[in-house]
C-alpha cells in the first residue's frame, strides 16, 4: 500500500497525518476515516500528497548552520559576476 501525507490547515494551525490507502484517497475518504473537524467553510484546507521517499532524513545540523538564510545568495553572486 502507498503512504500519503495529509496536511489540515485550520484556525489553530496545521494538522498532519501519515496514512496508508491502495491509491491516493480523495478529500470524503480522508474526512470520514480521520478524527479530525474539517470545516471548508471557515477557510480550511486539505493537501494530501503520495510519500515517495520512505526513508527518514537526519538533518546533521553543524554550528555553522544557524547563520541567517539569504534567499537570494546565489542571484546575488550571478549579478556580481555578470558586472565584473
Known amino acids: 500500500m502507498a503512504r500519503y501525507v495529509v496536511v489540515h490547515e485550520h484556525d489553530y494551525g496545521i494538522s498532519t497525518y501519515l496514512v496508508?490507502?491502495?491509491?491516493?484517497?480523495?478529500?470524503?475518504?480522508?474526512?470520514?476515516?480521520?478524527?479530525?473537524d474539517f470545516e471548508p467553510s471557515k477557510g480550511e484546507r486539505l493537501q494530501i500528497d503520495q510519500v515517495d521517499n520512505l526513508e527518514v532524513t537526519v538533518l546533521d545540523w553543524q554550528d555553522g548552520d544557524a547563520?541567517?538564510?539569504?534567499?537570494?545568495?546565489?542571484?546575488?553572486?550571478?549579478?556580481?559576476?555578470?558586472?565584473d
Open 20 to 36: 496508508e490507502f491502495h491509491e491516493m484517497p480523495t478529500v470524503t475518504q480522508v474526512v470520514r476515516c480521520i478524527p479530525l
Open 67 to 83: 547563520k541567517e538564510f539569504d534567499e537570494f545568495a546565489d542571484e546575488d553572486e550571478e549579478k556580481g559576476d555578470e558586472e
